[in-house]
């Protein structure tokens, strides 16, 4: 296993909590290249166009779910150790073997590029189940822990693999899913393994509410 990475990188500094200023505050070219949205409402039609395209090129098992505020709170306040600041991370990949968690993966542990990020750092997506980004020697989040949150039901039989995305981060979302379809294609384990794939989209819409209503406060007073 690659020695964790503890301190942010470019792309992870900017996504720390919310991370909404970075929408704010970039400019419209550093937003398209990155995909960034400020989300204000659910779109169920892009979510459903987007869950189509997840299906049409795996046949393997793939649930759906869409998470309200309340369970991402509860999600973020799991205790992870010295590496809970990544639980509000917007993007997040957890590989499961049975009860175990076995490998961890969020945006602020994946190397900013030109238009993307790269999750590929130290090769660890060259390997099945991926090489965690993080040491799990002293983590234990239990995946009844995230059944009871999200009120699931996975098969224990199988490598469970959740996928937290969002269309604030929407390109970035997109290619994330792939590259962990891709990763259990080359490894000719679909078979074996299930993923839940997690839209925090209601968590992010209050979040931008929050913040537009911080901002209209703060003009006013000026």
Known sequence: MDTAITKFNGFG??????????????????????????????????????????????????????????????????????????????????????????????????????????????????HFIPKSAIKMDDIAIPITSLSAIFNLEPDESKINVFIFWTNYLGKISESTIQLVKNNIRDANKIDETSITVINTDLYFITAFERKNKRDTIRSKAL
Do not use: M
């Open 13 to 126: 500094l900017l996504l720390v909590g919310i991370g909404l200023v970075l929408v704010s505050s970039c400019t419209p070219v550093v937003k398209r290249l990155y995909g960034i949205n400020e989300i204000t409402s659910f779109d169920s039609v892009a979510y459903e166009k987007t869950i189509r395209e997840i299906n049409d090129d795996y046949p393997g098992d793939i649930q759906f779910v869409v998470c309200d505020t309340t369970q991402y709170k509860k999600y973020g306040e799991l205790d992870f150790g010295e590496y809970s600041h990544a639980l509000r991370q917007p993007i997040q990949i957890l590989y499961f073997q049975k009860d175990t968690l076995l490998s961890y993966h969020a945006n602020c542990f994946a190397k900013g590029g030109l238009t993307n990020i790269d999750w590929n750092v130290n090769n660890r997506f060259e």
